[in-house]
């Protein structure tokens, strides 16, 4: 039976142009994003405009040129970047405010995540390239190397404060877990996903309901929900991470699951077979 918060109907790939996943407006499992999978042939290109919110573009693949100008300001900032894997390359992602519009330009063909959220304050854009993204290897040394994977913050409070929005990546290894020991937190949360292989696929925890995660699939991750995730051996398991902080309490970290700290020692490995 599928959980409606899951969202897997584009297990076929996304279309030309724009493809909206979720929405802030969205009545079932809010998680007061706008999320969606732009996708541009050679040559042809898109434009973000100004309204209400900040917005995010992440470089999936492809080859594009950036032009982006604030309303207030008299000349456009330009840049071109290039991104030819998402497990093996950190991220590139121009992040804006409400007043930017940003122009997007394909040189070859293209995909990209555009991610928004509600935010009235002003502030500077900021292309982050593959050195200003730093890559984690979290969970080595933990549970018999069972959730040792790649993370990749791209901005919290702590480098863009003035943002509504967290985001970052995770690049899961085969066969092993990520958000794990189980771990929760009371914003609501994005992950997207792409596999090593077209047939690779996981499984996610929302709450106390698993998902068969697949290509392209999205999900909806309330506050409060534990969300471990695992991937199956042989495939890695890529996720765009998008949290939308909520006023009076922004996200500022994740509580793990009380039964499961004892995870974090090292020297609790946990059972090992004697074979």
């Known amino acids: 039976m599928k959980h409606p918060a899951h969202l897997n109907s584009h297990r076929e790939g996304f279309g030309p142009g724009i493809t909206w996943i979720s929405k802030d407006t969205d009545l079932e499992f809010p998680t007061f994003l706008d999320f969606a999978v732009i996708r541009l042939r050679a040559g042809e290109a898109y434009t973000v405009a100004t309204h ?23 000349q456009s900032e330009k840049a071109t970047i290039e991104r030819r894997s998402l497990f093996d390359e950190r991220p590139k992602c121009f ?25 009235s304050r002003e502030f500077v854009s900021k292309l982050f390239q593959t050195d200003d993204v730093q890559s984690e290897l979290r969970g080595a040394g933990l549970a018999q190397g069972a959730t040792v994977r790649d993370v990749r913050l791209i901005f919290d409070k702590n480098n863009r404060p003035e943002s509504e929005m967290v985001l970052g990546e995770v690049v899961n290894f085969p066969g092993r877990w990520s958000s794990y020991p189980p771990h929760h937190h009371d914003q609501p949360e994005l992950y997207h996903y792409r596999f090593t292989e077209p047939q690779g696929f996981g499984h996610a925890e929302l709450g106390d309901a698993v998902v068969k995660v697949k ?61």
């Open 52 to 74: 209400e919110k900040e917005k995010a573009l992440v470089l999936m693949s492809g080859l594009v040129d950036l032009r982006w100008r604030k309303t207030t300001d008299t």
């Open 95 to 119: 992040h804006g405010d409400h007043l930017t519009t940003v122009f997007v330009q394909a040189r070859q063909d293209a995909e990209l995540c555009l991610i928004q959220a509600k935010n």
């Open 215 to 275: 290509q392209f699939d999205t999900v909806k991750i309330m506050g409060g929900w534990d969300h471990a995730q695992v991937s199956a051996p042989g495939y890695g398991m890529y996720y765009l991470w998008a949290v939308k902080h909520l006023s009076e309490k922004p996200y500022l970290g994740f509580q793990f699951s009380d039964d499961h700290t004892w995870l974090l020692d090292p020297k609790k490995q946990g059972w090992e077979p004697q074979l």
